[in-house]
Every structure is written in C-alpha cells, then in structure tokens.
C-alpha cells in the first residue's frame, strides 16, 4: 500500500524559507506523478507543483520563481524548497501521487494517493 508522509512545516516570518518533504513508501516516486498541493481554510485545494515521471517538472504561477521541486536525495522522497514566502502562502500543505495526462496534472482528484499533510504558516 502506498504511504505518503510530509514533513517540515512551521511558522516562519515573511520573506524566509522553509523545505518540505514527502517520502513515499510501498512503492518509489518513479512509479508516480508527485505533486504538491495546498488548501488554506476556506478555500479550495490549489496546486503547487508536480514532478512528473519523466523529471519534467511544473509550477503555479503564484509561486513559479519562489519555490523549488526536487528529488530528495538517496531517501524515497520529493521535497519543496519554499523561498521568499509571503502570508498568502499560509495553508496545509499536502504530497500527493498519481498519473495524470498532462492536461490534468493541476486537477487534486487525479492524484490517486495523499498525504496527511503539513501546515506552514507565514506571519506578516
């Protein structure tokens, strides 16, 4: 069964970073599409970003320069560095996996597995 586990949120203040990570288990990240999602309270589940499972990777436009997507490392895990943040990216921050056509990579219901998700919060 596939697992996914996000680490790494906090409070921090405006204008700093932060790096979450999601490490997938019973499977590896290669077997999926990985993508980042957030959903602040009262809103709707927005997407961050995806790695696809050809390495391609792709942004919202609102954070598109300021954050980053990567491999973790020799661990089972995708990260986002997170920089230069701002109150309004203040949300729980959720790993998800699936395989999703390119057209549909931004849409939460074509992941087929999530995460329990990590609150970050940015004071002004």
């Known amino acids: 069964q596939v697992q996914l586990v996000e680490s790494g949120g906090g409070l921090v203040q405006a204008g700093d970073s932060l790096r979450l990570s999601c490490e997938i288990s019973?499977?590896?990240?290669?077997?999926?599409?990985m993508a980042w999602f957030r959903q602040a309270p009262g809103k709707e589940r927005e997407f961050v970003a995806v790695?696809?499972?050809?390495?391609?990777?792709y942004y919202s436009d609102s954070v598109k320069g300021r954050f980053t997507m990567s491999r973790g490392g020799v661990r089972n895990t995708v990260d986002l560095l997170m920089d230069t943040l701002r109150p309004e990216d203040t949300a729980v921050y959720y790993c998800a996996a699936g395989r999703p056509v390119l057209s549909s990579i931004r849409m939460a219901n074509m992941y087929y597995y999530w995460g329990q998700g990590t609150q970050v919060t940015v004071s002004s």
């Open positions: 019973g499977s590896t990240f290669s077997d999926y599409d």
């Open positions: 790695t696809r499972r050809t390495s391609q990777v």
